[in-house]
């Protein structure tokens, strides 16, 4: 995985969080799901990009 895919996913994710707890505080549902849907598909990216890293072999 190259490095600027590591930055962009772990980039969704703080984003997602910051989502998150932006929609705790201010008890907006949507912006807490989105926040989480975030941080759910900067994990789901990363685990990709490490599983065709162990398929390469790197």
């Known amino acids: 995985m190259g490095l600027g895919d590591k ?3 772990t980039a ?3 984003s997602g ?4 707890a932006t929609g ?3 008890d907006n549902e949507k912006l ?7 941080q759910f598909k900067g ?3 990363n685990t990709v990009e490490n599983a065709k ?6």
């Open 7 to 9: 930055i962009r996913n």
């Open 12 to 14: 969704e994710k703080a």
């Open 17 to 20: 969080k910051v989502k998150e």
């Open 24 to 26: 705790k505080a201010t």
């Open 32 to 38: 807490e799901a989105e926040g989480k849907t975030d």
């Open 43 to 45: 994990n789901a990216k």
């Open 53 to 58: 890293d162990t398929l390469r072999g790197n």
